[in-house]
């Protein structure tokens, strides 16, 4: 009974493989912008960034293992490194864009270098510190960042127009999603699963893990960089709360009721997640925090895989029922 | 030329002394069993050769070449692969996903069909044919054994280390396996060092046998010669004169 439902769930059918309810999910958002106001069409914009960051950072945590908390702060570095060069030389942002994900991915290399010898708690704490460092420098270089007042940049392309920035997002949402995918089932993803599943053994088979993990570190790193400066100047004002734990929490939380280790898990958790706080923002500013906080619990107590664990569960089992009868 | 030679190799952990100066070689073509009570080393052996563990001192070379400090994935490629008496499968991968894994690192000119026929043909080899999309975690463990088995002969080695892979195995299933490691060296000319504590086993099998106590190699030569011996036979049983 149990290897017959192994059996079920094995059967090479990844995510991707099944690729209707994806475009279907697309499609049904590229027609957002003429069905949702400007309040809800903001919150799919969010949304559509914490779909970058779970997303990538899933990749990182959900299939490498190693548990970083700087990818906010990697998102940080592509935002203020665009944002800076757009605010203070005039550069186009979409020039600045590139340099700020070669910045970000360049961070990630030296901190993914300085990390590969610790694992597990020793792995988070360093991120940890070196995200409170950024966010520290951020936060105080005030002549360079403009601290908490926030950096003025310009819009990503043209005029100020959210539709252009919800189609921008939605298309770069979709894209990365796409390049997790594509990694994960290629020679390189098949290394990171070796990797999270057994260091050792892998080491023994010819992986080398090291290269592998600094890998994985320095693509989730460039890909919060890119999602990052987006995000910034669509917002058009950065902050140091972009790169702050309190976002790598929210991100964190996101990948993890979403399902972490899965492809839709992050998405899922994302919009979930974002559009569940707008809703509890309608009654009361206090409560979110509390709300969000009742759910990561309840997940994390009822569904460790998360949503999207829970309902492949439950199909399992719905299946499973059918075949006996 | 030697395939693999250890010279004087020597391992601490904190005050004990796993492995105590040790030397032996290994000739292209044989199979050599490994033997002693446990605790006896043989596993720390196969660590030091892999290089998941550093040698404290001496030096190990493989067809002429030092590898003593390389790392494992380096020794790996040089040639030589292992099974881990603990078995350690991708649990949440597929058996394929499992073979996949060496091939990829070990034989990269291997691609899409001819890489799977590849995986399959391993897997079949190993009896494990029907169980290509099995998660290895939900795999009883002989069929644990047999994927180690698959897995690091994907690796494509020159040299195989085996520990204690008939484990829990029965007395029809005993026979296959021996074949099938005899075949190794006759069809895939693979050269096998192998740790059984199944003396009937190794005794069939082996030319030439290696007998380890306490970090130390108390005695080498043919089945024959090393359970005449003295010191082979008090390091299983006692000294004979306490008894």
Redesign the interface.
Same mark, same amino acid.
């Given at each position: 009974m149990?290897?017959a439902a192994? %059996?079920i769930t +094995?059967?090479?059918k990844n995510a991707f493989s099944n690729l209707t309810p994806w475009l279907a999910v697309l499609a049904g958002f590229s027609i957002l912008p003429g069905v949702l106001g400007p309040y809800w069409l903001n919150s799919a914009i969010v949304g559509l960034f914490y779909v970058m960051m779970a997303s990538s950072w899933n990749l990182l945590a959900g299939f490498t293992g190693q548990v970083s908390f700087a990818h906010a702060a990697f998102a940080g570095i592509g935002c203020y490194t665009s944002g800076i060069l757009a605010a203070k030389f005039g550069l186009h942002p979409l020039l600045g864009l590139p340099v700020g994900v070669a910045l970000a991915a360049l961070f990630s290399l030296g901190l993914g270098v300085l990390c590969i010898r610790m694992g597990g708690i020793y792995l988070s704490l360093t991120t940890l510190g070196f995200s409170e460092i950024v966010h520290i420098i951020i936060q105080n270089e005030y002549e360079i960042t403009r601290g908490t007042m926030g950096l003025k940049v310009p819009f990503i392309l043209g005029p100020y127009s959210k539709i252009t920035a919800f189609y921008i997002m939605l298309v770069t949402a979709a894209v990365m999603v796409w390049a997790v995918h594509r990694i994960l089932t290629s020679?390189m993803g098949?290394?990171f699963?070796?990797v999270? +599943?057994?260091e050792?053994?892998?080491?023994?088979?010819? %992986?080398? %893990?090291t290269r592998v993990r600094v890998t994985a570190f320095v693509i989730s790193g460039a890909m919060a960089g890119l999602a990052g400066s987006l995000y910034g100047h669509y917002l058009m004002l950065i902050t140091p709360h972009i790169p702050s734990l309190d976002m790598m929490f929210h991100v964190l939380a996101m990948a993890v009721i979403g399902g972490l280790g899965t492809l839709a898990g992050p998405v899922v958790g994302a919009f979930l997640l974002e559009v569940l706080s707008e809703s509890v923002r309608h009654f009361s500013d206090k409560y979110h925090v509390l709300v969000f906080a009742c759910v990561a619990l309840i997940f994390a107590r009822f569904a460790p895989q998360g949503l999207v664990g829970l309902i492949s569960a439950c199909r399992q089992r719905w299946v499973g029922k059918r075949g006996v009868t | 030329m030697s395939l693999l030679d250890v010279h004087r190799a020597s391992k601490r952990f904190g005050g004990i002394r796993a492995i105590a100066g040790v030397s032996f070689s290994v000739e292209p073509g044989e199979i050599i069993g490994m033997i002693g009570p446990n605790g006896a080393g043989k596993t720390t052996m196969f660590n030091l050769i892999?290089g998941?563990v550093a040698l404290d001192d001496g030096s190990i070379s493989f067809r002429g070449r030092k590898i003593t400090g390389k =790392?494992?994935?380096q020794i790996? &490629?040089e040639g030589i692969?292992?099974t881990?008496q603990v078995t &350690?499968?991708?649990? =949440?991968?597929?058996c394929l996903?499992n073979v996949?894994?060496?091939l990829?690192?070990?034989r990269p000119g291997l691609k899409g069909a001819a890489r799977r026929q590849s995986a399959e043909d391993l897997l079949a080899l190993t009896a494990l044919t029907g169980k290509e999309?099995?998660?290895a975690a939900?795999l009883n463990l002989i069929d644990k054994k047999r994927l180690e088995l698959a897995?690091?002969l994907?690796?494509d080695p020159k040299l195989i280390l085996l520990d204690e892979v008939l484990g829990g195995l029965n007395s029809v299933e005993m026979p296959t396996a021996l074949d099938l490691i005899k075949s190794l060296r006759d069809r895939f000319e693979i050269t096998v060092v192998w740790i059984e504590h199944i003396m009937g086993a190794i005794m069939s099998v082996c030319e030439r046998v290696i007998v380890l106590d306490q970090g130390r190699l108390i005695c080498e030569g043919s089945p024959e010669t090393v359970c005449r011996d003295r010191g082979v036979i008090e390091a299983y049983l006692g000294d004979q004169q306490d008894a």
């Open positions: 149990m290897q192994t %059996v +094995n059967g090479k020679d098949l290394r699963r070796a999270l +599943n057994d050792t053994a892998a080491s023994s088979l010819g %992986v080398p %893990v | 892999t998941s =790392k494992p994935h790996c &490629r692969s292992r881990f &350690r499968p991708f649990g =949440k991968m597929t996903e996949y894994v060496p990829v690192e070990n999309d099995w998660h939900s897995r690091a994907a690796a």
